[in-house]
């Protein structure tokens, strides 16, 4: 017997044509970054710096709404809480520590501010990995 969906899991949308031009410039951009792999993930195509994942866009399904990229940020400063909060395109996941965040594009000028977010994320998860390194020589020890 398959157990029924839970009601708190995102729902994933068919994305657009536009989506998916949008989603492939974004990626063409990232994917220039250094430390970048994007692997394909539940018809998403998802950002990894090194081994942290930071970011998504739709390949061929989205979270939530048709226009959506994710991205994480570890433990934001309540000045990027802020700026996170004060942008209307942002909508907050799950989490505690580690926050998912969405980022809703509505026409191609929403691009630049979709990479930004990445770029923030990109950077967050290299505090992330810096973390990492620290707790594995101590244990170490």
């Known amino acids: 017997m398959r157990k029924k969906a839970s009601k708190s899991r995102p729902q994933f949308q068919k994305i657009t044509e536009e989506m ?3 989603a492939a410039l974004l990626s063409g951009e990232v994917a220039q970054w250094p430390d970048i792999a994007l692997k394909p993930m ?3 195509t998802a950002f990894y710096r090194k081994a942290t994942m930071f970011g998504a866009v739709p390949a061929t399904r989205s979270i939530g709404s048709p226009n959506v990229i994710i991205f994480k940020i570890l433990d934001p400063q309540p000045k990027l ?3 996170l909060e004060s942008d209307s395109r942002v909508g907050t996941s799950i989490g505690v520590k580690q926050k998912w965040y969405s980022f809703e594009l509505s026409s191609p000028n929403d691009l630049r501010v979709a990479l930004s977010w990445l770029s923030e994320a990109y950077e967050k ?3 992330s990995q810096s973390k990492k390194l620290v707790l594995k ?3 170490a020890r």
């Open 81 to 83: 809480i802020a700026r």
């Open 125 to 127: 998860a290299k505090a």
């Open 137 to 139: 020589r101590k244990k």
């Open 42 to 44: 539940f018809g998403m």
């Open 20 to 22: 998916r031009e949008w």
